[in-house]
């Protein structure tokens, strides 16, 4: 878990002036206070009662809707969800929404991070607040359509001394899949350890944390001009949008910061975009080795810095799960973005695509997408829960509403410097 | 390194609107070019004219002040000496200044990270302009006071792919050791391991990030009583301004945040602290394990957060260093804060202290006396440079100026909700 996005939920606003103590003593041996007690009691998830995790909803309660993931699709849905008849529960690896278009100008410092991201109980503030909705920072492991149950494991991202990994279960009414993709390497050797993604906050922050140590280390006596020159030799592979976003936010760093702030090393540092269509370097990354990598034709291209954005495919999550799959491996969803083999789960976003008997293409994993995906979803989960509907198994076989359709409004990518290019074709789908 | 240290020295500002490309093709295996050769040749200190690193200056130029560390005293040292006379080579672990009296406030989101960290680059611009200035992201790791130069190695705290561990030499005209002190642990098992310290921008990010994981991680469904109030128990060892302080950050946050944005689990959340002297827990710490402490009485103390501020002692750096100590083990010093068995060597802030020769009581380890004698020790400085003593060995022995005379202005600490606690005594020594 990126620090900077957990951080996003603590900023304070101006505060009052009164007085306060300065702490409160307290022995932690005491007995659970009556406070404590009331809330563990307003709790229907007790494992004392039988159920390792949050047991299934009574008729007389509100409905359980669990969506799995915090991106485009899933905070759009939440956001939507009408409370007042459904308990959102989120079960995330990650507590918050990430901007992406914008992630990679915080690479260089041109947007903090905490600008690109929104912790999701700003988005849906029932998860910290409502007695029955939640966030549970912890990963779905598996799914039981016919129990309407998933398991989860609880995420601490190698953070020591704070909880054994804890395994339990949620019982849902209605799930939701918004799990996303994830980055493609295409089985190429040594990408995983030696190059940095470009989706996430925490890569961002890698990338920049990079960045500056190698200008630093630059700057040491003694160091050869290969060496230099290697270690300030940024190399981005992938000539889509986040390529050639961080490209450009690279190369306006370059001539605006680096020029003046580390002028002892200001001819070393370069950049190279390494595209297998456009070739801005001649060939394809064959090897990833820790300083080089190696393409096809042999030549060893070193660097100090190795950002890969070359899209992304079904994650092993998605390819576990025992449903049928659109083409390219995602969770094969019909017009309404439900998964038709089973009751009352959907999926949206990067993680779904159409089923080829819908005679509809896959669409892009784009943000436009996902957007209007959970927005479409949260519209129809409301009907159903204002038609009494909510809870499992509920759902009137009748009339499904209009069906999802997607109209591509253009794509854009900045290349720094308040410059962009547009693509205002309307299909996207080839 | 920590990320948002680094990165404040990355701010942009607004920024023109003229045009420029995206990136400029480049070959990594191109030869040297003109303008790297150019900056290459202007640098004396090539391995290739027989001194690894930084070779001794010549009369015809500005003589090298050396200063370790970039804390309250050699932060104020650097942004005073004058560049015009000296070129300022820092070798520090660390790119910035940290304002430590505000770090407890960014534990809890009152204050950003980057609003208590400030680049030296900022403090002292030559070392990321002037030809023979610089910032040497490294350690020093022994001094040879008779060839007047000191051995370093580079540090990428555990980065990996960057550079290899890289040891070079730096030649000093004036050396300043200025690196602090370290934290005590007493000798207490495992406070190293499971403790988190309050003294540097890295520690308070871990701090924040425990602090929110842990609110996270209570609200998983099925959690024991005692296992939800283990992981919401803050700790903080150590009643001095640092611990008092952060304690009443916390409870301002508890009080202000917590009952609002994590209110499933706000009974559950308590802060204890630990003062040997004062006890607010009965005991005095004997052991620390993952997830609890063990004080002398036997009685074992829970904790999901463990803070541990109890004051400074001088680091193994320090201890290894061959010069005679001060009482209490810093570099021992006169009344002109110089190292007097050797030549050209001075020492400030709280790794430094009278020797008992001077008849003088150690200073206390305090931002205000490391600040003030920086600011003494440059004056000094450039007094002797002025008088043509800049290069090693040419300081005329005559009068040495003033001595460093220290008037203690009282001290204070923050309790949270805008209130301090205020100590206007004058005498700090006791």
Redesign the interface.
């Known amino acids: 878990?990126a620090?900077s996005s957990?951080?996003r939920?603590?900023?304070?606003h101006a505060?009052?002036?009164?007085?306060?103590?300065?702490?409160?003593?307290?022995s932690?041996?005491s007995t659970?206070?009556a406070?404590?007690a009331a809330?563990?009691g307003a709790?229907r998830?007790?494992?004392s009662k039988g159920f390792?995790?949050?047991g299934p909803t009574a008729k007389g309660e509100k409905a359980r809707v669990v969506v799995l993931g915090t991106g485009w699709a899933g905070s759009r849905l939440m956001k939507d969800l009408d409370t007042g008849g459904y308990d959102v529960v989120c079960v995330a690896p990650r507590?918050h929404m990430v901007f992406t278009p914008l992630l990679a100008s915080t690479c260089?410092?041109?947007l903090e991070f905490r600008s690109v991201a929104e912790p999701l109980?700003r988005i849906q503030p029932a998860v910290?607040?409502s007695?029955g909705s939640?966030?549970?920072?912890?990963r779905c492991t598996g799914v039981d359509p016919d129990a309407h149950t998933i398991d989860c494991e609880?995420v601490?991202d190698g953070?020591?001394?704070?909880?054994e990994p804890?395994k339990?279960k949620?019982a849902y009414d209605k799930l939701v899949f918004a799990c996303g993709a994830e980055a493609s390497t295409f089985g190429i050797h040594g990408v995983t350890e030696?190059a940095i993604f470009l989706r996430e906050v925490h890569h961002a922050?890698e990338i920049?944390?990079?960045l500056?140590?190698?200008l630093?280390?630059s700057?040491?006596?003694?160091?050869?001009?290969e060496?230099k020159?290697?270690?300030l030799?940024c190399v981005v592979v992938g000539g889509g949008p986040t390529g050639?976003e961080f490209?450009?936010e690279?190369?306006?760093?370059i001539?605006?910061?680096v020029k003046q702030?580390?002028?002892?090393?200001?001819?070393?540092i370069?950049?190279?975009?390494i595209e297998s269509g456009v070739r801005?370097v001649q060939g394809i990354v064959k090897d990833v080795q820790?300083?080089k990598l190696i393409l096809d034709n042999g030549e060893e291209?070193?660097?100090?810095l190795l950002v890969w954005s070359t899209g992304v495919g079904a994650s092993p999550f998605v390819k576990s799960l025992p449903f049928p799959k659109s083409p390219g491996g995602r969770i094969g969803i019909d017009e309404w973005l439900r998964v038709p083999s089973v009751r009352d789960v959907y999926a949206i976003g990067d993680c779904s695509g159409f089923l080829e008997s819908t005679g509809k293409d896959v669409l892009p994993a784009l943000a436009q997408v996902a957007e209007r995906q959970g927005k479409y979803l949260a519209s129809q989960l409301n009907r159903v829960m204002k038609a009494g509907g909510g809870h499992a198994d509920s759902e009137a076989e009748a009339d499904p509403g209009p069906p999802f359709v997607y109209k591509h409004l253009g794509s854009m990518a900045t290349?720094?410097?308040?410059?962009a290019l547009v693509d205002l074709r309307q299909s996207k789908v080839r």
Chains 1, 2 share one sequence.
């Open positions: 878990m620090a957990l951080l939920s603590l900023t304070r505060r009052g002036g009164s007085a306060h103590p300065i702490h409160k003593p307290w932690p041996f659970t206070t406070a404590a809330a563990s709790r998830d007790e494992a390792p995790g949050l507590n260089v410092g041109t109980a910290s607040k007695p939640y966030f549970l920072l912890a609880t601490t953070e020591k001394d704070t909880l804890w339990f949620v030696h922050q920049r944390r990079r500056l140590l190698n630093m280390l700057d040491v006596p003694g160091l050869s001009e060496e020159r290697r270690l030799h050639v490209s450009g690279l190369s306006d760093f001539i605006r910061d702030r580390y002028s002892h090393v200001k001819d070393y370069h950049v190279t975009l801005l820790p300083n291209v070193p660097y100090g290349v720094g410097r308040y410059k």
